[in-house]
């Protein structure tokens, strides 16, 4: 915690944010006069995310598709593409950004899918996800049509009607709408425009389809609350499966993990200065998370592996579609040729930007690659080429929310015995072929004596274990009550 000696008094260290669920603590400073929060703080309470793009001087906090820079010692921030001007200079204080309250908490409101308010009264910043009534949209393939769902917070009446040019209009009375997360959800497969408006008494949503559509039946559904609306494609022909069908949006629930101990059987993973094996490691804390979340019963457990197995990466996401899994869960240690680098780390699939993540990937993928070149694939290939190929993955906004989140629990509880190396970003093939948010940790390094000794401690895996299911919960509780 930190304590800050302010001539006001009003703000000694923290504020409280209360969010559903429960209440956090972030950090909180004066600088002249000013009350200030740390922006990285409420980013981790969030769930979003942050990095910096240029050390010490810019740092960019994204949401969805939404971003705000913020540049060190000027009071000029980036909304998206806008300049705005919080008053008061962006500070920095042991690595952390403050912004001052009362001018930047609205900044961050507009890109942040929740309604965040500073209370002036209370002294304290209060989330809400009750903001907007129409919360999202789902868009998904079915063998006779598609089916649109729109999220709601309650149940509405809504009016369709369908105009020139394949356009799909759908007006919902006394509505506010969540503009730019329904417009995230705006894919090419399925239609060729999508505007969204928010008028003073209703709020609409318009999408042009990619062809005529037949019969229109809809529906309101609970649970969550959701307006669906299925149109029937009178042209399509019997069913040819191809593959699962195709969705964009969120499911209804997150009830389904898939847990994925890494290694097994002839891979070995990475080896300890003592001779740890990496695969037994994982199993180990695979074991106590499928315990722990067994216990509970909020979510049922699918395990890529439970013994010594040698598993491949494509079966893995094999068993992980397969089993309707709602989200994928890797678990690893790492290794390095520096002995000196230790810590925890949470990865989400997509490029990688650093050669520390870029290494970290081809350790994981390196029994992939083997056996792809034995089978004479890919054989000559660049690594970074196939990567950046292979990457395309629509969970990345979702996985990379579970990574901040697991990464919060992480440093809550195993920073008082290792470093946290942070959550990065990088292209492992298991993840790859993963149809659901996933994540990947690396729980410690192998090849430092100090991580090496507490992946060998039961206290250690059993707190990976833990942390890593406080992380499923809070991504549970966003998702589910978005
Ligand atoms: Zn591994």
Same mark, same amino acid.
């Given at each position: 915690m930190l304590?800050?000696l302010?001539?006001?008094g ?8 209360q969010?559903?669920?429960g209440?956090e603590?972030i950090g909180a ?11 990285s703080?409420?980013?981790g309470?969030l769930?979003?995310r ?7 001087l ?9 971003s705000?820079? +913020?540049?060190?010692n000027?009071p000029?921030?980036?909304l998206?593409?806008t300049?705005?001007?919080?008053t008061?200079?962006?500070e ?11 001018t930047?908490?609205p900044?961050? =409101? ?7 308010v500073?209370?002036?009264d ?7 996800s009750e903001y907007y009534?129409?919360? =999202? ?8 049509g ?6 709601v917070?309650?149940? *509405?009446e809504?009016?369709l009607y369908q ?5 799909l209009n759908?007006?919902?009375?006394d509505?506010?709408?969540n ?6 959800r705006?894919?090419s497969? +399925? ?8 008028f ?10 990619r062809?005529?559509f037949? *019969?229109?039946?809809h529906?309101?559904?609970a649970?969550?609350?959701r307006?669906?609306?299925?149109l029937?494609?009178?042209?399509a022909m019997?069913v040819?499966?191809?593959?699962? =069908? ?13 847990i ?15 001779g740890?094996?990496?695969k037994?490691?994982?199993l180990?804390?695979?074991?106590r ?7 509970e019963?909020?979510f049922?457990?699918?395990?890529t592996r ?5 598993v ?7 068993i ?5 899994? =709602?989200?994928?869960?890797s678990?690893?240690?790492n ?25 970290a990937?081809q350790?994981?993928?390196a ?5 792809q070149?034995a ?6 290939d660049?690594?970074?080429m ?5 990457i ?5 906004e979702?996985s990379?929310?579970?990574?901040a989140m ?7 509880d ?6 946290a190396?942070?959550?990065?970003q ?7 072929g ?14 430092n004596?100090?991580d ?6 039961k206290d250690?895996r059993?707190?990976v274990?833990?942390s ?6 809070r +991504?549970?509780a966003?998702y589910?009550?978005k």
């Amino acid at each position: 915690m930190l304590v800050v000696l302010s001539t006001t008094g009003a703000l000694a260290g923290e504020i409280t944010v209360q969010i559903p669920g429960g209440n956090e603590k972030i950090g909180a400073e004066t600088f002249g006069d000013i009350a200030y929060f740390s922006v990285s703080d409420l980013a981790g309470v969030l769930g979003h995310r942050i990095s910096w793009d240029i050390p010490g001087l810019s740092a960019e906090l994204t949401v969805n598709r939404h971003s705000v820079v +913020f540049y060190i010692n000027s009071p000029y921030v980036n909304l998206d593409d806008t300049v705005k001007n919080v008053t008061f200079p962006i500070e920095i204080k042991r690595g952390c950004i403050y912004a001052p309250i009362q001018t930047a908490l609205p900044i961050i =409101d507009v890109i942040s899918p929740e309604r965040i308010v500073w209370d002036n009264d209370r002294h304290l910043i209060r989330v809400s996800s009750e903001y907007y009534t129409i919360t =999202d949209m789902a868009l998904s393939e079915k063998a006779n049509g598609l089916l649109i769902e729109l999220f709601v917070s309650e149940p *509405k009446e809504f009016e369709l009607y369908q105009s020139e040019g394949n356009w799909l209009n759908i007006t919902i009375p006394d509505a506010t709408v969540n503009s730019r997360q329904l417009i995230s959800r705006k894919s090419s497969t +399925f239609m060729r425009d999508m505007n969204v408006f928010q008028f003073e008494a209703s709020s609409q949503i318009s999408l042009r389809l990619r062809k005529p559509f037949g *019969k229109i039946t809809h529906r309101f559904t609970a649970n969550p609350g959701r307006i669906q609306i299925s149109l029937i494609d009178t042209t399509a022909m019997p069913v040819v499966s191809a593959g699962p =069908d195709r969705v964009v949006g969120p499911d209804d629930h997150i009830d389904k993990v898939v847990i994925d101990a890494g290694h097994g059987g002839r891979d070995y993973g990475a080896i300890g200065l003592d001779g740890t094996q990496e695969k037994k490691i994982v199993l180990d804390i695979a074991k106590r998370l499928a315990k722990l979340i067994r216990k509970e019963k909020i979510f049922e457990v699918v395990m890529t592996r439970d013994k010594d197995d040698y598993v491949p990466l494509d079966e893995r996401a094999r068993i992980a579609n397969e089993s309707g899994g =709602d989200v994928f869960i890797s678990i690893h240690a790492n290794a390095s040729l520096k002995r000196s680098a230790r810590g925890f780390q949470v990865f989400f699939l997509a490029p990688a930007l650093n050669d520390e993540a870029r290494a970290a990937a081809q350790l994981e993928n390196a029994v992939f690659l083997s056996e792809q070149t034995a089978f004479g694939a890919h054989e000559g290939d660049d690594l970074s080429m196939i990567l950046s190929d292979m990457i395309q993955n629509e969970f990345q906004e979702e996985s990379s929310d579970f990574a901040a989140m697991v990464d919060r629990e992480f440093r809550k509880d195993l920073s008082k015995h290792t470093r946290a190396r942070g959550m990065d970003q990088a292209g492992f093939f298991v993840l790859n072929g993963v149809y659901m948010p996933s994540v990947l940790v690396e729980s410690a390094f192998l090849t430092n004596e100090q991580d090496e000794k507490l992946l060998k401690s039961k206290d250690y895996r059993q707190d990976v274990a833990e942390s890593i299911y406080a992380g499923l919960k809070r +991504f549970k509780a966003k998702y589910e009550n978005k």
